[in-house]
């Protein structure tokens, strides 16, 4: 049984489900869970005949529920199968090789940490490289910055399986921002670190995520800073960054980014 088990919901996006299947280049086993959540056209085994570092498990709902029930499906699914560690990938984006064997071994050489993540390199629809997204790497750096944007690319996240039984699952009350605020669940109860290597790269698009649902995400992360505040230098200016980031647009935050991160 592989060690590590790979998490990706999928919804509609068959193409770019295996383009990200597909990157993955591993030494050791890698089993893959697939959360189809409700597609018109849903993934079957035989797309996935060239896979071959594990297993590749397919499951999820009939109709769509959105991302953070189809996340919490898989997890808990996955945690009946006792893996040793769960990590995360979503559509579109790729894995660089040995990205998770190098998760892995960051893991079991850190006995204190937890859950980690990667920094990322940002590409557009082309694969064209835009920047490399640096986050910070320490733990009082992770937990103090969270406050300005997460300090976690979802995609690039590996953890161990029991800080859910502490922290629970992904929210559900803050749509396009679950993955914020299960960060700051994990942050406040768990050591965590990010790998100062890209080892993800991450597709940025106007029709994804953060671009069709940008603003209700912005206001989400205000919610969840509201909820974790605290009188100091990060919340205020954490929160006031998000209130700037509702006026802003996607393009100009982008353009920016690619001007600090070069």
């Known amino acids: ?18 383009k990200s299947i597909k990157s993955i280049d591993e030494p050791i ?17 035989s797309n996935f005949e060239f896979y ?28 009946k199968k006792k893996y040793d560690f ?14 998770f064997y190098k998760q892995v071994e960051f893991l079991k050489n850190n006995l204190d940490i937890s859950f980690i993540g990667t920094w990322v390199n940002i590409v557009n629809e082309k694969g064209e490289f835009l920047y490399t997204h640096k986050t910070p790497v320490k733990h009082e750096d992770i937990k103090n910055k969270m406050y300005l944007n997460a300090m976690f ?26 993955d914020f605020a299960f960060f700051f669940k994990v942050i406040k109860k768990y050591k965590t670190a990010n790998i100062p290597e890209a080892l993800v790269n991450v597709e940025t698009s106007d029709v994804g995520i953060s671009g069709s649902k940008r603003k209700q995400q912005v206001k989400m ?10 009188f100091g230098f990060y919340p205020l200016y954490g929160l006031l960054r998000n209130v700037v980031l509702l006026l802003v647009s996607r393009r100009i935050s982008t353009a920016i980014k690619k001007i600090l991160y070069r």
């Open 29 to 45: 086993e890698i089993d893959i869970y697939i959360v189809d959540d409700g597609s018109s056209t849903k993934p079957k085994k």
């Open 52 to 79: 071959k570092f594990g297993n590749v498990i397919i499951d999820g709902y009939k109709t769509n529920k959105g991302i953070e029930y189809a996340l919490n499906y898989g997890l808990k699914k996955i945690l």
């Open 86 to 99: 769960i990590a995360r990938l979503d559509c579109a984006d790729t894995s660089l090789p040995n990205r």
């Open 153 to 178: 690319i979802h995609p690039t996240i590996c953890f161990r399986p029991y800080i859910i039984d502490d922290v629970g699952y992904y929210p559900t009350d803050f749509k396009a921002a679950e």
């Open 221 to 230: 992360r205000i919610k969840i800073i509201l909820k974790h505040f605290y």
């Open 1 to 18: 049984m592989a060690e590590v088990v790979v998490l990706i919901p999928h919804y509609n996006t068959i193409d770019a489900l295996i």
